[in-house]
């Protein structure tokens, strides 16, 4: 099995900074890309940020210049740097990625982890 974890998330005050993390596990063959989504209270999920293998990284417009996504291959970790902390940046978090499994690495599927509840409020 496959599972991504993610850390980090917590309350904190608005303008301030919050690192994600994400973590996954199992038996991975490859990894083409990772993101981050986030569903505030009543709203659908959105993108947040992502990368793909030798591609640049894409941002939401609200984030482009506050947010940033990196990566550490070789941990199968990812990050989301959130800096200037608004209160609506007020979500659950999800990190997400596009991963082959050496079961079956042919395919390409998309895994997500639990989501963390992250709160920007004063």
């Known amino acids: 099995q496959v599972q991504l974890v993610e850390s980090g998330g917590g309350l904190v005050q608005p303008g301030v900074s919050l690192r994600l993390s994400c973590v996954a596990s199992?038996?991975?063959?490859?990894?083409?890309?990772v993101g981050w989504y986030r569903q505030r209270s009543g709203e659908q999920r959105e993108l947040v940020a992502s990368?793909?293998?030798?591609?640049?990284?894409h941002y939401a417009d609200n984030v482009k210049g506050r947010f940033t996504i990196s990566r550490d291959k070789p941990r199968k970790t990812w990050y989301l740097e959130m800096n200037s902390l608004k209160a609506e940046s007020t979500a659950v978090y999800y990190c997400?990625?596009?991963?082959?499994?050496?079961?079956?690495?042919?395919?390409?599927?998309?895994?997500w982890g639990q989501g963390t509840q992250d709160t920007a409020s004063s």
């Open positions: 990368v793909a293998d030798g591609g640049n990284a």
């Open positions: 199992g038996s991975i063959w490859s990894i083409q890309a």
């Open positions: 997400s990625a596009a991963l082959r499994t050496e079961s079956d690495p042919m395919h390409l599927s998309d895994y």
